[in-house]
């Protein structure tokens, strides 16, 4: 590297380190970037790069972007492409990184460690029969869906930057290339576990447990089996994420073990996508065809998921292996009241409500049912319940919506707390617009056949305060043109 390198590099403020890559060499494997041909910014995340410690003046100009494209590694990186495994739609199958690069670990000003991830970066050993490519459709709308989830208070990935890469990749049409910088706290995966279990002997396994504990769970007691407490830690922060998903209407789509995180973090935006109307058993991934990971599922499936890394980590629990899955089954046996815990507190939160009551539940139940026989929008049913305004909701002639909203005031009426305070609650916990579907394909149909980012741009800034009620935001709240035939995403790989 030139001193002209490394004074580029100071001044965008990389401060990388690469303590992955002190694990055991089997859970990765050593792998540079493929050069592209013409890289182009077309989207930086200002304030994500500020919050690294980065300058975003430095990561627009030549230099700057060559790192985002792969040309070139900047100071104190080591990529390499992760191993894992997973259980994808409920079958399991070996696999890794077939088309990202770590760069390593950027230490940002707050003490924080964080992964530097290029998506769509070229070819690694685990790429099987892919090109490693990413086509630029798939990284905006991972920019687009990532940042939403952020500024809903939703745990996730983030996406620092998109850049064209100036080749086509081929999927069933040619597309434009692109790749995508994601940050995350670390891209550590059940999958990954899986892989360790299976590939790795049970040192590697331990190796790899003691990282993650050390990575993500340092401030909590061990306890007596830190590795019983990892599941117990892992197991709470997933149902934490979940309720959240659910609260929202969000639909990651693609469970696979490969896609849930031990950091608690959402991960991975192929298939997603926000509900319009409720229905639980509501699907938009064009592969899931059984509905395996319907909006209703995903509390579920998180459990079958924290179950598989449960199995990989029982060598580590117990030499006896009874004993183990007795410790495991223990360990798991609190996903399920944490969920709902966590979920029925957030209705409460939805509905306005300060402290529990018994019917609590059966009250939010009800809504719901409602809200399904009537194929009631899911969150400008509550937008306008937050305004005061249940003549909005669709509903308001409906019977048995008028029977539940007077349950409801009367459920208010017993509070301390005032109206106006229930309602601001309200406000801070209902999304006044979500990144709905429409929206998005708008914004990239724009972007990708017409190189116009204005319209992606307008939906961010809309998205960026999803709390806030403002009048320009109110074009983003109106539900799509009825259409018959069904949404459908892709997994874009």
Request: proline share 5%; hydrophobic share 35%; net charge negative.
């Amino acid at each position: 590297m030139t001193d002209k390198d490394v004074g580029t590099d100071k001044r965008a403020g990389w401060n990388l380190d690469n303590s992955y890559a002190g694990l055991p060499e089997v859970m990765f494997s050593r792998q540079e970037p493929e050069p592209v041909a013409s890289p182009r910014l077309v989207v930086l995340n200002d304030s994500l790069a500020a919050s690294l410690g980065l300058d975003a003046a430095a990561l627009r100009v030549k230099d700057g972007v060559e790192v985002f494209a792969g040309n070139r590694i900047p100071e104190g990186a080591e990529p390499l492409a992760q191993a894992y495994a997973g259980h994808q739609f409920g079958y399991f199958t070996k696999l890794g990184d077939g088309r990202a690069v770590l760069l390593g670990e950027q230490l940002t000003p707050q003490g924080e460690r964080v992964d530097i991830q290029l998506k769509g970066s070229g070819r690694t050993p685990y790429s099987r029969q892919g090109d490693g490519r990413a086509a630029l459709g798939p990284m905006l709308r991972e920019y687009i869906i990532s940042e939403a989830m952020h500024a809903l208070g939703i745990p996730t990935t983030r996406s620092l930057a998109v850049v064209t890469t100036g080749e086509p990749v081929f999927r069933e049409t040619e597309l434009p290339g692109a790749i995508l910088t994601r940050v995350a706290e670390s891209h550590i995966r059940v999958g990954t576990f899986q892989y360790a279990a299976r590939w790795g002997t049970v040192e590697d396994l331990r190796a790899l447990a003691d990282y993650t504990w050390q990575r993500h769970y340092a401030d909590r007691d061990p306890g007596e089996n830190r590795y019983v407490s990892l599941i117990r830690e892992v197991s709470e922060r997933q149902a934490s994420l979940i309720a959240k998903w659910q609260l929202v209407g969000f639909i990651h789509g693609v469970m696979n073990t490969d896609n849930m995180t031990l950091s608690g973090e959402t991960i991975d935006y192929g298939p997603c996508a926000f509900m319009d109307i409720y229905d639980p058993a509501t699907v938009f991934s064009s592969i899931d065809t059984q509905g395996r990971y319907a909006y209703g599922n995903q509390p579920e499936i998180g459990g079958w998921n924290l179950a598989r890394l449960a199995e990989a980590l029982l060598p580590l629990l117990h030499e006896d292996e009874a004993q183990a899955i007795a410790m495991a089954e223990e360990a798991l046996g609190h996903y399920v009241d944490s969920f709902h815990r966590h979920w029925l507190d957030g209705m409460r939160a939805k509905l306005g409500l300060f402290h529990a009551e018994p019917e609590d539940e059966a009250l939010v139940k009800r809504l719901l049912q409602v809200m399904y026989k009537q194929r009631a929008d899911y969150t400008n049913t509550f937008r306008a319940l937050s305004l005061a305004e249940p003549e909005k909701t669709g509903l308001a002639d409906i019977d048995a919506f008028q029977d539940w909203y007077s349950q409801w005031q009367s459920r208010l009426s017993r509070q301390e707390e005032s109206a106006e305070s229930a309602y601001q609650r309200m406000r801070q916990h209902n999304p006044s617009v979500i990144p709905r579907n429409h929206r998005v394909e708008e914004a990239l149909s724009a972007a990708v056949e017409q190189g116009d980012y204005r319209v992606m741009q307008q939906l961010l800034n809309a998205l960026a305060q999803p709390y806030a009620y403002l009048p320009e935001q109110e074009t983003y709240c109106r539900v799509p043109d009825p259409s018959g035939r069904p949404y459908r995403t892709y997994c874009g790989t």
